[in-house]
């Protein structure tokens, strides 16, 4: 008797569970405008651990090589997520160059995600070493800045999306 009350309970779950799944498909009717990603998966110690080299115009310099061999297809010339690869394979990739597309983000999070890639970002792994790993990151972060500087907008007031 008492399997039955285990039993129940699963059933039901899964019950429950079908039809939330079947109401997913519209995930992507604000393809324009995707959310963003689930950074979940992210250890916290990598979220955390601090970007040791300074956003210097050398190091933006340094990542442009592999920022235009290795991201630029997918991410676009400027970031704007618009490049041949991401249209090819459907990809809807955040605007870079819009601010607020990673403030929410820590340089740790974003460097882990370049080496260690995440869902269909592929993973730089071995091809870069651990300082152009966070070149990138600085000049990823680069892209949205030139934007910014012409909003001047205070960052204090601004809602999270
Ligand atoms: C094959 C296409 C592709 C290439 C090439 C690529 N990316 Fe990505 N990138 C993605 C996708 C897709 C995501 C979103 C991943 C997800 O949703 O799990 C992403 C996410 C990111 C993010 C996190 C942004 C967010 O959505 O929060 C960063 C930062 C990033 N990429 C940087 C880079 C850099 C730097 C390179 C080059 C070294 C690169 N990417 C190369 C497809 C690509």
């Known amino acids: 008797m008492y399997r039955l009350t285990l039993v129940l309970p699963a059933l039901l779950l899964i019950a429950l569970a079908l039809p939330a799944q079947q109401q997913q498909p519209s995930q992507n009717s604000t393809a324009t405008a995707p959310k963003g990603m689930d950074y979940s998966a992210i250890p916290v110690a990598a979220a955390k651990e601090p970007n040791p080299v300074k956003a210097t115009p050398e190091s933006i310099a340094r990542a442009k090589k592999w920022w235009t061999l290795d991201c630029a297809m997918c991410h676009g010339e400027n970031g704007n997520g618009k490049g041949d690869t991401a249209k090819d394979m459907k990809l809807s990739l955040v605007d870079f160059t819009d601010p607020a597309s990673l403030k929410d983000h820590t340089d740790g999070e974003l460097f882990y995600i370049i080496k260690n ?45």
Not at 141 to 156: I, V
């Open 117 to 161: 890639g995440h869902g269909d970002m592929p993973p730089e792994g071995d091809r870069i070493k651990t300082e152009e790993g966070w070149d990138l990151v600085n000049y990823v972060r680069s892209l949205a800045k030139k934007k910014s500087e012409t909003e001047a907008k205070p960052d204090s007031g601004a809602k999270p999306q």
